[in-house]
């Protein structure tokens, strides 16, 4: 049987630990919150997207570009051709 202080002992590890698993998955909240973000697209209105080219700037040559026809941040139907104003160069 335990004593008086083991058992105290016995709770404070406890508490240590599932004190530890609540920060822990409080830490990962803002991680997910980010991810449903992220998953939520730019509308192509709002970064300005156009079907043609700009000056030598086209989706195909973008960071963001999901070929054949996507975008990491803009929603709907992004054409190769296509520009935006968060267009960035491929690295
Ligand atoms: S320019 Fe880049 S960020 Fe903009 S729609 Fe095209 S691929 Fe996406």
Not at 60 to 82: R, T, W, Y
């Amino acid at each position: 049987m335990m004593d008086k202080r083991s058992k105290l002992q016995a709770r404070r590890e406890f508490l240590q630990k599932t004190g530890l698993q609540v920060a822990g998955l409080a830490a990962l909240a803002p991680v997910i919150a980010s991810r449903a973000q992220a998953q939520d697209k730019l509308a192509p209105e709002m970064v300005m997207y156009q079907n043609q080219p700009k000056d030598n700037q086209r989706c195909d040559g973008c960071l963001h570009f999901q070929p054949p026809n996507a975008c990491a941040i803009v929603s709907g139907e992004i054409k190769p051709e296509g520009w935006c104003a968060v267009w960035a160069a491929k690295g």
